[in-house]
């Protein structure tokens, strides 16, 4: 019988093994990896595949891949969102200022009517004015 130091090849736990003419393998101490031997000079190593880790870690890249997709699918919905709510923001705020431009308007017809209507003294002119004054105030003091 021959003393062989060995390293496994799964932990690199340092073996001392007897090996005989007819012992073709022997297992490690620590993680009882198998270590096939050749003829004491050569040695084989078949590691120990566990396809249940492999799956496992497989099926966990892929949670995280869809996870990521996932993800990015929340973003384009939230940007698509956000987007129309500026789209709305922006009409909101159009309607606004179109509703001051009429309302300014009014005002100026109203007061021009009654204006006209004291300096010709004609009476529909006079009446659109005051009218118009009453639905403005009524407007302003929010009477609608």
Sequence with gaps: MKLVSLKCPDCKANLNIEISKNRKHCFCEYCGSKIYIDDG????????????????AEVREN????????KEKEIKILEKQMKNQERRIRAE?????????????????S??????????????????????????????????
């Excluded at 995280?64 to 996932?70: P, R, S, T, W």
């Design 63 to 70: 949670i995280k891949l869809k996870e990521i997709q996932l």
């Design 111 to 144: 007061i021009g009517c009654i204006i006209i209507g004291f300096t010709t003294f004609i009476p529909g002119f006079m009446w659109a004015g005051v009218i118009g004054a009453a639905i403005i105030v009524n407007r302003l003091t929010g009477n609608d």
């Design 41 to 56: 000079s050569t040695s084989h190593t078949y590691r120990k595949i566990d396809e249940a880790r492999i799956k496992e």
């Design 93 to 109: 705020h159009r309607l606004k200022r179109l509703k001051v431009f009429l309302f300014a308007l009014f005002v100026v017809l």
